[in-house]
């Protein structure tokens, strides 16, 4: 039975809402998590620190080693979550591509997880970075490509051509 589902994708890529989607149509409960949960979870100085994570004006994202400190915790934590018996949904941007997917298969281990890349072309996710309005401008464009690098998936999905919900059906298919 899978016990995972991790979705990696650039900012704005539509994860978020297929997540939501998921959650609605998988049977069961399952929790979400993602590194937006983190970032938010740490205090506001972090934001703004070079040890911690940085966003700088050109959309690029900088972390630093207390960040990667708190981030390898947090890892672990959502691992034993799912081990402990919850299903999870992990809503990622895997900035060091296959380096951050090694980081999660080691501390998810024995557990069933379904890796799915979301792709969206990087011009309509700049679209909606500037119609969300909380997002550093540049971000999904740099980061659409970049997180895919050297990545293996279970499945695809493209946001550009799917809405949310169509989405989260072609990987609800997937999970057992």
Request: net charge negative.
């Amino acid at each position: 039975m899978t016990q995972v589902i991790f979705l990696n994708g650039g900012s704005s890529s539509g994860k978020s809402g297929i997540v939501r989607c998921l959650q609605a149509v998988l049977p069961g409960p399952w929790l979400a998590f993602g590194v937006d949960t983190l970032v938010e979870a740490m205090p506001v100085s972090m934001r703004a620190s070079d040890a911690g994570i940085e966003f700088a004006p050109d959309g690029e994202v900088i972390v630093g080693p207390e960040f990667r400190t708190l981030e390898a915790a947090w890892i672990e934590g959502v691992a034993a979550m799912a081990r402990a018996g919850a299903r999870v949904i992990i809503d990622e941007v895997f900035l060091g591509g296959a380096e951050s997917q090694k980081r999660w298969r080691k501390a998810l281990g024995e557990l069933r997880v379904l890796w799915v890349g979301v792709r969206c072309d990087s011009v309509i996710a700049a679209g909606r970075e500037i119609a969300r309005g909380d997002r550093v401008t540049g971000t999904a464009v740099s980061q659409a490509d970049v997180v895919h690098r050297g990545m293996v998936y279970d499945l695809e999905v493209d946001t550009a051509h799917a809405e949310s919900m169509e989405c989260a059906r072609a990987i609800a298919v997937h999970v057992r």
